[in-house]
């Protein structure tokens, strides 16, 4: 991770699940775009907070991290279908053998990784199973 | 607009090239497509170069001025140098970027070369580099790696369709005997299905043998108008059709997490212009970053039932003497896949093939041949059709 601006400067999206909506269509976005791409220029963007639940579409266990979540290895990444649409990419936690596809799972806060020994602590959104 | 023919192609040796340098690579390609196509120097007007990643891989950038200046064409004859980056694509756009060049007219001889120097930095740097190829800050930034990306798409997959890891690894079986007939292939040792099920996990389901792996390599064609191609070769390989398409950055935001519709979109308009369908083609190099990604290409292209690519792998279908050869120069898992280069490469064995000098991979009679080359996890398709004859 390692730049401070650019983890900082979309913190209220990663810790709170704010995302976009088109006034115009309707549409929601996560994560946030601020320029609808179905109605592009005369759309109305406007801030939406998510309710936080949702289901998997697709997951896999990682096994060889990416650089900097070696030390959460091995960690279950998925793809997550939010009730209010757009999908995002999180890590679920949990037992890894109970994941499915199709599971329901809600919104945490936790923490992310950090940039070594006393460098940065990122926190933002992982997914546990709902009813956990 | 004018039609367009390669006149000149080259391959380096791919693999792990300690010993030689971008510079080094890339000029052997380029002077080796100048000598097959039978020229100098003086006649090109213009260079463009695949490459994904040198800022990452070796602490370079203005990657077009460095080649251009190393292969001779700088110092004296100033010819412009383009550099190209659509991530793993780099390569196919290169081309498609010097086929546009000769056929608005602008351009008359023009190289498309692609490169990739990838083991001057330890493999988990490679890593990071390559996983800049999706979205950085709502895919990496959560853990998300290539493989895993892919994995994604390859679960779904499996529980969608019924694929299963054996018709994954069926794959890379295939494209492991196709690279041990290929010179310049990385790996040439053939393997089994259990050796991919029995190697390490990288991101379930995906083995490490389910992979591409990473590689030094280069690769370069020569183009010309298809008027003058007979002036200095008599085995000129035609484009037929290029084409391009994009999607979402994030593998999330895509219509269906199995179809990369970048590919069904690209391939259309290639068959459209064409003129041609997929029962014409007669051998294909599709990208295989991962074995699911081989899977999703002959799906996607039209050489198979969407859901079915494994078992039609599985068939032998896409074997060489199979109903449509798929990577006969070993793909990106066998062959190699210097990101840059990729594209270039898959342009290199087709028209090697349709010249009739593939040797012992050689598809008997091939008119139509076909590549397909993948930025990210499918934000680009590249999709380029060429043929013997005119």
Redesign the interface.
Known sequence: ?SSVP??WR?IGSRYNLEGTRCKECGEHFY?PRNFCVNCRRVGHIEPYKFKGTGKI???????????G?ED?TP?T????QLDEG??????VIGDPEKIH?GMRVRSVFRK??EDGEGGMI?Y?TKFVPEDA | MRDVAIIGVKNTKFGELWGRSLRDIVVEAGAGALEDAGIGGKEIDSLYVGNMSGGRFIDQEHIGALIADYSGLSKNLHVPATRVEAACASGGLALRQAIMAVASGYNDIVIAAGAEKMTDVES??A??AL?AAADR?????????F??IY???A??HM?RYGTTSEQLAEVAVKNHKNGSLNPIAQYKNRITVDDVLNS???????HIFDCSPITDGASALVLAPADIAHKYTDTPIYIRATAQASDTI????RRD?TTLDATVVAAKRAYSMAKLRPEDIDLVEVHDCFTIAEICAIEDLGFAEKGKGGIVTANGETAIGGRIPVNTSGGLKACGHPVGATGVKQAVEIVTQLRGDAGKRQIEGAEYGMTHNVGGSGATAVVHIFSRER
């Open positions: 991770m650019r983890f979309s994560p579409i697709s997951y896999t266990i990682i096994h060889t991290a990416a650089e979540f959460q960690y990444l998925a793809i997550i757009p999908r995002l990419t999180s890590q596809i992310l990784g990122y933002g | 988990e740097e890593s990071s996983a800050e709502w895919e990496g930034m959560t853990g998300a790696t493989p895993g994995a994604m798409i679960r779904l529980h390490i996990m990288v991101a379930d389901p995906l994030a593998l999330h935001d997490i």
